[in-house]
């Protein structure tokens, strides 16, 4: 029972953490000006164009696809692995399962080595490429080393070490309703939940941020149309009034 409301705290927490601090720093993103007019050209020159700009960029990584292929092909399959892995996870939190979770978890299962192997080809990309391991800190290889962690313990018990997956479901259904409902003490599930948990803690003040902070990027949100329409900020502008210094022949 003690790990069970161990862990049952600890997600309450984390959560708490991950929605607030993802909620103030999209609060603090939409409330920073935009100073200038700085579209990455070429720039759609219409809104709709914006909109399947960031489309093409949310979806498809459109401008890594142009700037290196192999980083590109390591991004993309991590992203679409992750989320398949986390569609498939709604199980454990919905009651009855929609019928198309339940016809994804196939893919969802087999998505987990996509997801692993994607994570592998962007961390070796920190370690062995020499400009990149220069600017890449102690954090950048923290949250490489949580997901992979994530990734290899949910394959260990999808392979390996069996869990009782009902008894998992009737702790997260139980959490949602402020009942504590018994986690069964596996090893490997309670070291999976400890690096979720981390993960989530950390999100909110980590470079991952990049998810939502896209939205709000104008080399990527902003029209062309600076000959069209005055870009005007929301920004008061301080100056300070001073008399002009008197010249030496007066």
Do not use: C
Request: charge should be positive; hydrophobic fraction near 55%; glycine fraction near 6%.
């Amino acid at each position: 029972m003690f790990v069970t409301v161990l862990f049952a705290l600890l997600f309450y927490a984390a959560t708490a953490i991950f929605l607030v601090g993802i909620g103030m720093r999209i609060a603090r993103y939409a409330r920073t000006p935009a100073p200038l007019k700085i579209p990455t050209t070429p720039a759609p020159t219409t809104r709709g164009g914006v909109v399947v700009r960031m489309a093409t960029e949310v979806l498809l990584f459109n401008s890594l696809f142009k700037a290196n292929k192999w980083i590109w092909i390591f991004g993309i399959l991590f992203h679409v692995a992750l989320a398949l892995v986390l569609l498939r996870h709604l199980r454990y939190f919905l009651d009855p399962v929609p019928t198309w979770v339940v016809m994804i978890q196939p893919f969802g299962k087999y998505a987990a080595f996509a997801m692993v192997i994607g994570l592998a080809g962007l961390w070796a990309r920190r370690l062995f490429v020499e400009r990149i391991r220069y600017i890449s800190s102690p954090s950048d290889h923290l949250m490489l080393a949580l997901l992979l962690g994530i990734g290899l313990t949910g394959l260990a018990m999808t392979y390996l070490w069996h869990v009782d997956i009902t008894a998992v479901k009737l702790f997260f259904t139980g959490l949602m309703r402020f009942d504590f409902n018994p986690l069964p003490a596996h090893p490997m599930l309670l070291l999976h939940l400890l690096l979720v948990a981390g993960l989530m803690i950390i999100f909110p003040f980590s470079k991952l941020l990049h998810a939502p902070g896209v939205f709000f990027s104008p080399t990527r949100n902003q029209v062309d149309n600076p000959r069209e329409k005055r870009h005007v900020t929301k920004v008061t502008w301080m100056v300070r009034s001073e008399k002009p210094a008197a010249s030496a022949d007066q």
